[in-house]
């Protein structure tokens, strides 16, 4: 999939700071950013703006722009309602979906599977949102999908932190498989617990990512009660 200068550079400095190599309240010089990937100050700016969004990184008025430091309880809690909106897309799209979005959704697991039999994370996190989004359309609500959208965009680095747990990659796309089977056939009550329970962070999950977050230095008393969500 090929990726514009801005995409390459965000995705850059999230796999930064997700490994530690970009530490919590670290400033990042625009200037230094553009010679170190050689680019413009246009694909710096536009992916600093895309981790803005996504929480990873904060702009303070005359100090500059810095690392964000995460707070895990506030992840859990909105992986909980991204949850929820997917449970609710999926249950919409088992009733509304229609032949041509149905070829889409089976197209996009087919691209996931393809990443995932190779491997790739980065592609497969690509693959997948793309697997997410038809759901989306096929719900036919268009608020329903716009806040949708509008959580997974903050909540996309830490999906794609995920995504590099042992392991997960096989799991997720086994998690794909039972979605498409239930909007298929039009089970609304197997779509939404399938699709929540695909995007809920609980159990064995929890620890391993709570333990990749901790790599940002962060920590909280969510991590300790974490076995209770």
């Known amino acids: 999939m090929k990726r514009s200068n801005a995409q390459r550079l965000r995705d850059a400095l999230e796999d930064d700071i997700i490994n530690g190599r970009r530490t919590p309240g670290e400033r990042l010089d625009p200037e230094a950013l553009c010679q170190e990937f050689g680019v413009s100050r246009t694909p710096v700016r536009e992916a600093v703006q895309q981790l803005v969004a996504s929480g ?32 609710m897309c999926g249950r919409l799209a088992a009733r509304r979906i229609n032949e041509t979005e149905l070829r889409a959704l089976r197209l996009a697991h087919a691209r996931c599977e393809i990443a995932a039999s190779a491997g790739d994370s980065d592609d497969y996190y690509y693959e997948n949102e793309s697997f997410h989004d038809c759901i989306y359309r096929a719900s036919h609500n268009g608020f329903l999908a716009d806040e949708a959208r509008q959580l997974k965009q903050r909540l996309k680095p830490y999906r794609r932190l995920q995504l590099q747990v042992r392991q997960r990659l096989m799991s ?37 990512f709570a333990s990749s977050v901790r790599r940002f230095g962060v920590y909280s008393e969510a991590v300790a009660d974490g076995a209770d969500r």
Request: proline fraction near 1%; glycine fraction near 8%.
């Open 56 to 87: 990873l990184v904060t702009v303070s008025p005359k100090k500059g722009t810095f690392v964000a430091r995460v707070g895990i309880d506030e992840l859990i809690e909105m992986f909980e309602v991204m949850a929820e909106l997917e449970g």
């Open 172 to 208: 997720s796309l086994e998690e794909h498989g039972e979605v498409v089977a239930a909007i298929e056939s039009g089970d609304t009550v197997r779509a939404e617990k399938a699709l929540r329970e695909h995007v809920l962070i609980q159990g064995e999950r929890f620890s391993d």
